[in-house]
C-alpha cells in the first residue's frame, strides 16, 4: 500500500461527495492518483481514480477520463468494471471502479519467477478479457504488469485494469496523445513507437510482460530512446522458456505485427489446441526450450520431502545477469565415476542398450535428457528431471532433503556422459551453501547460476569451477557476489548522467550504504516520465531487488527545467515561502494551488539566523517569463539588514501583494487568468553579495534569465549560501 502524503488531494478518512469515505491511496500516476474508499451508502468498496489538480480544468484530459468511463460498456470478469464519473465541489474530477483485492503482477514480478502453468493460465484469462475489449474496438495500449492484477491471488482471476490510454477505434473517435507513443517502452509493440496501433499491439504487450513474469525480470528494452528502437527490431529472447509457452509467446511478441497471432480469439485457440496435447511431465520452471516425456514403462520415483524449514534470513532475488562465456570441461576437479574406453561400436551398442544386461539395470530412454535443481527466494531447494541411477538419484535425495527441501526424480537412460550423474551430484553439493542458485542441464549441457554476499564462499567456488564444470558436462557457470551494500557513491554518477532538469538528490542516504533490503530514495525534478522511467531502470540495474523510491521527484514543464540547469548549485537552508489568498483577506493556502480569479499573495519566512546577505527572488512562470520580485525597478533593496528593519529573530518579508495592498505601496501583485495556468515555481537564492552587477528587469524571458544564472556562475566573488524553492500551481477551478 502507498503512503499518504500532506499534498494527496485526499486523506484516510475524507468523504467525498458525501458518498466515497477514503481508507488509502493504492497509487501515484503522471495524471491522477487511485485511493481506496468505501460507500457509505452501500459498504461497497470502490477504486477512486482521481485527476489531479493540474488537469482538473484541461479539457483533453476531462475527455479521456470520460472515456475510460464508457469502458463499462464491456461487460467481462477479465476487465475492471467502471460505474461512474463525477467532480467534487472543490472541482476534483474522479472516477469510481471496481476495487480488485489482490496482487498485480508487478508485486508478483518483483517477487521473482512465476511458473510456465500459471503464466498459461494468466494469458487464458487476459485474452478473454482483450476479446471483449476488442470487439468494442477498444485498445489497451498500455498492458504492462502492474494493469493487471489476481483478484484474491488467483493467475485464473486475472482483471485488467486502467485503460487510462485506451484508444477507441472506432471511425472518429479520437484521443489526447493521438498517433503519438502511448504506453511503456519495455513492453510497448514496435510499431506502437511511431503511433500505430491496433489489437496486435496488445497482444505483444501481454506477450511481453508474460515474458518478464515467467523470469522473473523486469523487461530492459535499452537506457535511451534510440536503445529502445533498436531492441525493438529484434524478437524477444525466450531462450530456455519450455514449450508449449515459447510457441505462445514467440507467436504474440513477433516484431511485425503480421507475423503475430492476429487477434486474441487467436491466442485462446492457440491455447485451447496446446492444452488438448497430450500432458507431458512438467518440470516447474525448467529453462529448457523442449518438453518432457515421461518414460512409459517406468514409474517416477516417489518424490520425497523433509518437513518444511525457516530460514533465519530472507533470501533475494539476483539481479538479472548475461551467463557467462562457456569455458572447458575440467578433468578429475570433483570426484567422478571411472569411464570405460570402448570402440564405436560398442559405444553403438551401449546407448541403443544392446549391452544393458551386461551394464545394469534397464531404464527407458528419454530425449531429451533434462534436469532443474535450483534454492530461490528465500524457498528450500528442490529437484526435478531424470537421473540415470539409483546411486545419483539417492545422493540427490540426501542433498536436497537435507536442506529441506523436495526432489522429483526419475531414473531413466538417454545420450548423456557416463561421468553425468556423478558430476551433477557434484555441482549440487558444491552449491548448496549459496543463498540462491539454479542448475539446469540438458543432456550433456548444462547453466549453473547463482548468487552469495559471502565473499569467502564466492571465492572458493570461483576457484573449483576456474576450468568450468566437472567432466561430463559442458556448458556456463555463472556465479555472483552480491555486495551487502551499494553506497550513495556508486549512485549518485547515475543521478547526475541522468539529470535533465536540476540536480537529483539522494534521501538520507545511509552512511554505511544501502543494504540488501533499504529502499533508494531520490529527490528532484525531471522533464518527463520517460525521464523517471528511465531513471528507475538506471537505478534497478545498479542496487538490484532493493527497493526504489521516486515518490520525491517533481516533473515540471520546460520551461522551469530550462531555468533549473542553470540555476547555481547550493544547498538549502531554513529560508521557507508561505502562499495567501489575496482576495480572501490573505488567508494562509497551504497547497500552493490558485485557480482564475485568486490573488496569490507570497511570504519568504527568515529564520532568526538569517541576519546578513541578500536576498534574490524570483518566479519562474509557466509561460516562460520570469518575474523578479526581490531586487526590482520599483523596490531595489534587497539586503536582510535593511529589508529586518532592525527587527531580530523569524520574520516573514512580503515579494507579492495582495492587490488592496499594492493599491497603496506600488508593490507587485498577481491575479490568475486562464491564459497561463499550470506549475511556476518561486526561487530564493540567498548570496553574500549583489547576485547580478546591475539590476535585472521586472520581467524577462527564461533564455535570458539563464544566459544571466550562466554569466553570474563565473563570478567568483559572489558566493550563492542558500538555494530554496516552491512550486506554485494555478488551476481553471
Not at 255 to 279: H, Y
Not at 697 to 709: D, F
Request: proline share 7%.
Amino acid at each position: 500500500m502507498t503512503e499518504s502524503r500532506t499534498g494527496d488531494l485526499f486523506q484516510p478518512g475524507d468523504l467525498v461527495n458525501n458518498t466515497y469515505r477514503i481508507e488509502a491511496i493504492l497509487g501515484r500516476g503522471g495524471t491522477s492518483d487511485v485511493y481506496r474508499a468505501r460507500s457509505e451508502i452501500s459498504g461497497r468498496l470502490a477504486a477512486l481514480k482521481v485527476l489531479k489538480a493540474e488537469f482538473s480544468s484541461n479539457d483533453d484530459y476531462l475527455v479521456l477520463l470520460t472515456r475510460e468511463e464508457e469502458i463499462r460498456d464491456i461487460r467481462h470478469d477479465a476487465v475492471v468494471r467502471y460505474s461512474e464519473n463525477n467532480r467534487t465541489a472543490d472541482g476534483h474530477v474522479y472516477l469510481v471502479m471496481d476495487y480488485v483485492d489482490g496482487p498485480g503482477l508487478d508485486r508478483k514480478l518483483a517477487e521473482g519467477p512465476m511458473s510456465a502453468p500459471e503464466i498459461l493460465t494468466v494469458c487464458k484469462r487476459v485474452c478473454e478479457g482483450l476479446e471483449a475489449a476488442h470487439a468494442r474496438n477498444i485498445v489497451h495500449r498500455d498492458l504492462s504488469p502492474d494493469n493487471i492484477i489476481l483478484r484474491d491471488g488467483d493467475p485464473a482471476q486475472a482483471v485488467i485494469i486502467d485503460f487510462g490510454i485506451a484508444k477507441d477505434t472506432n471511425p472518429g473517435a479520437e484521443t489526447i496523445v493521438g498517433g503519438e507513443f502511448a504506453g511503456k517502452y519495455a513492453y510497448a509493440a514496435p510499431e506502437q513507437l511511431s503511433g500505430k496501433t491496433d489489437q496486435r499491439t496488445d497482444i505483444y504487450s501481454l506477450g511481453a510482460l508474460l515474458l518478464a513474469n515467467f523470469r522473473g525480470e523486469k523487461a530492459n528494452s535499452g537506457r535511451n530512446l534510440l536503445e529502445v528502437v533498436e531492441s525493438k527490431k529484434e524478437p524477444l529472447d525466450t531462450t530456455n522458456v519450455p514449450e508449449p509457452l515459447k510457441f505462445i509467446l514467440d507467436k504474440m511478441t513477433a516484431p511485425d505485427p503480421n507475423d503475430r497471432f492476429q487477434s486474441a480469439g487467436d491466442v485462446l485457440r492457440a491455447l485451447a489446441s496446446a492444452r488438448s496435447e497430450p500432458v507431458d511431465r512438467a518440470i516447474p520452471d525448467t529453462d529448457e526450450d523442449a518438453t518432457i516425456i515421461v518414460p512409459k514403462s517406468s514409474a517416477p520415483a516417489p518424490a520425497m520431502a523433509a518437513p518444511e524449514s525457516t530460514p533465519t534470513q530472507e533470501v533475494r532475488t539476483p539481479k538479472p545477469s548475461q551467463p557467462a562465456t562457456a569455458k572447458k570441461s575440467r578433468t578429475g576437479l570433483m570426484a567422478t565415476l571411472g569411464v570405460v574406453i570402448v570402440g564405436g561400436a560398442g559405444i553403438g551398442g551401449y546407448l541403443s542398450g544392446t549391452f544393458d544386461g551386461l551394464l545394469g539395470p534397464s531404464y527407458p530412454v528419454v530425449a531429451p535428457y533434462t534436469l532443474v535443481a535450483d534454492k530461490r527466494d528465500g524457498q528450500p531447494p528442490r529437484a526435478v528431471g531424470f537421473v540415470p541411477s539409483e546411486e545419483t538419484r539417492d545422493a540427490m535425495t540426501r542433498e536436497i532433503t537435507g536442506d529441506g527441501g523436495t526432489v522429483d526424480l526419475t531414473l531413466a537412460s538417454g545420450d548423456i556422459s557416463e561421468t553425468w550423474g556423478s558430476a551433477v551430484s557434484d555441482v549440487v553439493d558444491a552449491v548448496m551453501d549459496l543463498e540462491e542458485w539454479r542448475l539446469v542441464v540438458n543432456g550433456n549441457d548444462a547453466q549453473l547460476t547463482g548468487q552469495t554476499t559471502n565473499k569467502a564462499l564466492h571465492t572458493e567456488l570461483e576457484q573449483l569451477f576456474s576450468a568450468g564444470l566437472p567432466a561430463g558436462l559442458q556448458g556456463t557457470v555463472d556465479l555472483e557476489l552480491e555486495p551487502l551494500f551499494v553506497t550513495a557513491a556508486e549512485i549518485r554518477p547515475i543521478l547526475a548522467g541522468l539529470a535533465d532538469c536540476g540536480t537529483l538528490q539522494l534521501v538520507d542516504p545511509p552512511t554505511t550504504g544501502y543494504g540488501l533490503e533499504t529502499p533508494v530514495r531520490v529527490s528532484g525534478t525531471l522533464a518527463s516520465q520517460d525521464s523517471l522511467i528511465g531513471l528507475e531502470t538506471a537505478l534497478t540495474a545498479l542496487v538490484g531487488t532493493r527497493p526504489v523510491d521516486l515518490d520525491q521527484i517533481a516533473l515540471l514543464n520546460p520551461t522551469l527545467c530550462l531555468i533549473e540547469n542553470y540555476l547555481p548549485t547550493a544547498p538549502t537552508s531554513d529560508i521557507s515561502i508561505a502562499f495567501y489568498n489575496g482576495e480572501q483577506g490573505n488567508a494562509p493556502n497551504p497547497n500552493g494551488d490558485f485557480i482564475v480569479g485568486q490573488n496569490p499573495v507570497i511570504d519568504v519566512k527568515l529564520p532568526d539566523d538569517a541576519q546578513d546577505g541578500f536576498l534574490s527572488v524570483s518566479v519562474l512562470d509557466v509561460s516562460g517569463n520570469v518575474f523578479h520580485l526581490l531586487p526590482n525597478v520599483t523596490r531595489q533593496e534587497n539586503g536582510i539588514p535593511a529589508l529586518r528593519e532592525g527587527q531580530t529573530g523569524p520574520m516573514s518579508v512580503r515579494v507579492a501583494y495582495s492587490i488592496p495592498e499594492s493599491q497603496e505601496n506600488g508593490g507587485i501583485a498577481f491575479e490568475v487568468d486562464d491564459s497561463t495556468l499550470g506549475k511556476s515555481k518561486v526561487i530564493v537564492l540567498h548570496s553574500d553579495k549583489q547576485l547580478f552587477d546591475t539590476l535585472r528587469p521586472t520581467t524577462e524571458s527564461a533564455a535570458g534569465y539563464a544566459e544571466a544564472l550562466r554569466e553570474q556562475d563565473r563570478n567568483v566573488d559572489t558566493q550563492i549560501l542558500s538555494l530554496d524553492s516552491r512550486i506554485l500551481t494555478t488551476l481553471e477551478q
